[in-house]
Nanobody, 126 residues
Framework: QVLLVESGGGSVQAGGSLRLSCAVS????????LGWFRQAPGKEREGVAA????????HYADSVTDRFTISQDNAKNTLFLQINGLKPEDTAMYYC???????????????????WGQGTQVTVSS
């Protein structure tokens, strides 16, 4: 069982920055694919970034690649999402997710992730 707890969301003005955190605990898996997803009201859940704990390879959605950075701390128990240049269209609930895979081949597919956090809200005003 993997437990994920997000934090760091908030209300910011366009152009601002936020750093989301996801505390990862539980389980004894040697490798995981850890991802960040977001879901705006009335829209499907969208994968924005993912990281393989096996080799550190990262993946990004085309819409965020120049503004979002996914990373993990050295102890590998916290996942981060640095978001710069926030836009109103970034407004959504952001979720941390874990999949027990050693790569993130299907990282953008929410159905591939078996563990989810409760989410943290990001609201961007223009």
């Amino acid at each position: 069982q993997v437990l994920l707890v997000e934090s760091g969301g908030g209300s910011v003005q366009a152009g601002g920055s936020l750093r989301l955190s996801c505390a990862v605990s539980g389980g004894t898996y040697p490798y995981m694919c850890l991802g960040w997803f977001r879901q705006a009201p009335g829209k499907e859940r969208e994968g924005v970034a993912a990281l393989s704990t096996r080799n550190g390879v990262t993946h990004y959605a085309d819409s965020v690649t120049d503004r979002f950075t996914i990373s993990q701390d050295n102890a590998k128990n916290t996942l981060f999402l640095q978001i710069n240049g926030l836009k109103p269209e970034d407004t959504a609930m952001y979720y941390c997710a874990a999949a027990i895979y050693d790569t993130c081949t299907y990282w953008s597919r929410a159905g591939e992730f078996g563990y989810w956090g409760q989410g943290t809200q990001v609201t961007v005003s223009s």
